[in-house]
């Protein structure tokens, strides 16, 4: 391969993307802090559908929108992307909550709690925040979240509930960034 065998998707330092099995043309890609775009690489058209709880207008693509003093949302410089093993149009996406949007990012729920230590980092919109997402291929609702302040969390109803893990993972020191 040489870079002639690549395509520049959104431009940014290398991060989480995602193809859509049932529609190729259509690629999830983030960027530093919670960007994140989904786009038609036949046409090149782009959409931005970063998880907001509100924007310059004061609207929310978060249903049902949080409370006015909902803090704000923590996204890592390499957000952890995730489309459904089970719904491909389901898209899991980490800040310091798990979102999930069954619409392909047009609105987003939050599905967990803080699953971090539940402070910022080190800076105040990055830090102790979600690293890493993962969902088992052979059961839906079974989905894992890892922080980068060394949390474990695991939900095995599509996010009703989360069992914290943190602590009874083998071999595994306080406080690691969790990557996989």
């Known amino acids: 391969l040489t870079l002639a065998d690549w395509t520049k998707i959104l431009g940014y330092d290398g991060y989480y993307c995602q193809v859509d099995p049932d529609d190729p043309d259509t690629v999830y890609a983030e960027g530093q802090y919670g960007i994140l775009h989904r786009i038609n690489v036949r046409t090149w058209e782009s959409r931005f559908i970063k998880p907001r709880l509100s924007d310059k207008t004061g609207t929310t693509n978060i249903a049902p929108p949080p409370a006015k003093d909902f ?32 619409n392909r990012g047009e609105t987003w729920t939050i599905l967990s709690p803080d699953l971090t230590n539940g402070k910022p980092g080190p800076s105040p919109y990055s830090g102790h925040t979600i690293s890493t997402l993962a969902e088992s291929p052979r059961t839906k609702g079974l989905l894992y979240a890892g922080t980068d302040d060394g949390r474990v969390h695991a939900t095995q109803n599509d996010g009703k509930t989360w069992a914290d893990l943190s602590g009874k993972v083998p071999d595994l020191p306080p406080g690691r960034w969790i990557s996989r």
């Open 71 to 102: 803090p704000a949302l923590r996204f890592n410089w390499s957000s952890p992307l995730l489309l459904s093993a089970h719904e491909p149009k389901t898209v899991y996406y980490g800040a310091n909550h798990v979102l999930r949007s069954a």
